[in-house]
């Protein structure tokens, strides 16, 4: 009995002495891993005060409308900017708040530039409302205002629209700008060049009118890329001599023509 007591002994005392060791060796290991990180706080804290990442460079790609001067601008940095506290959120907001800007994407290229990718909106057609004019992109977004039309534009003039008062940065949620924006959609450019003018006062009676003053009933737009391909041919094979073409119910009937030489 009492040789089994001592080793019982013997065992609970190297089991109590392997617990020692354990501790030990994790407060060892804890008092390291802290030692570590706040030597790691304190070399970003001293990183951050030290200027060493500081931004020195704006980089601004993808833009054409809007200049790079105010882009950076709305930005708001400066060379006591660190590259890494700077907000990229708060600057995406601030760049998106120009009606140009759809998209902006901010990076951090280190060790001092501060990269700004963006995608600008892109003008389709000019909306004329109450003597001004409104540059407005395929999403119905309004870009811009101008007093005067411009009469180089390449792209068509959208008027009489059944729509209020319009804002520049809001969208315009109006089917008849939806039907006549879905026709320019679908259009071969070199077809949309040829349009000066759109009239959509109902998705309904929309009608083009080409810079050689052919008029074209042209209607919904659910059937645009057959119309258009049926308009391209028609106007390319008869010219100039075509005045009026009716395509409102094509593809279901044909093109209804009226032809110079026809006209009385």
């Known amino acids: 009995m009492s040789e089994g007591k001592e080793i019982a002994k013997s065992k609970a005392q190297e089991r109590?002495?392997?617990?020692?060791r354990i501790r030990r060796r994790r407060r060892t290991q804890l008092l390291?891993?802290?030692t570590v990180l706040l030597a790691l706080i304190l070399g970003i804290f001293q990183l951050f005060r030290s200027g060493l990442i500081n931004i020195k460079k704006v980089e601004v790609v993808g833009n054409k409308s809007v200049s790079t001067a105010k882009i950076i601008e709305a930005c708001r940095v400066d060379k006591h900017t660190n590259l890494l506290s700077v907000s990229t959120s708060d600057i995406s907001s601030r760049i998106l708040k120009n009606p140009w800007i759809k998209n902006v994407t901010i990076k951090r290229i280190f060790p001092h530039t501060l990269k700004v990718e963006v995608q600008e909106r892109v003008p389709v057609a000019i909306v004329s409302q109450d003597e001004k004019f409104y540059l407005v992109d395929d999403d119905l977004f309004v870009i811009s205002k101008h007093q005067y039309a411009n009469n180089n534009s390449s792209i068509p003039t959208i008027?009489?629209?059944p729509i209020g008062k319009i804002w520049v940065g809001e969208q315009l949620m109006n089917d008849s700008l939806k039907n006549a924006i879905k026709c320019i959609k679908s259009m071969d450019p070199a077809f949309k060049k040829t349009i000066s003018l759109i009239?959509?006062?109902s998705p309904d009676k929309l009608s083009l009118y080409t810079k050689d003053?052919?008029?074209i009933l042209y209607g919904e737009a659910k059937q645009a890329d057959d119309k258009n391909k049926?308009?391209?041919t028609i106007l390319k094979e008869q010219g100039k001599q075509v005045i009026f073409i009716d395509v409102r119910s094509y593809p279901h009937s044909d093109p209804v023509l009226r032809r110079m030489d026809s006209v009385p």
């Open 16 to 20: 109590q002495q392997k617990l020692i």
């Open 32 to 34: 390291v891993i802290v």
């Open 159 to 161: 008027t009489d629209l």
């Open 199 to 201: 009239s959509a006062p």
């Open 213 to 215: 003053n052919v008029e």
């Open 230 to 232: 049926v308009l391209q």
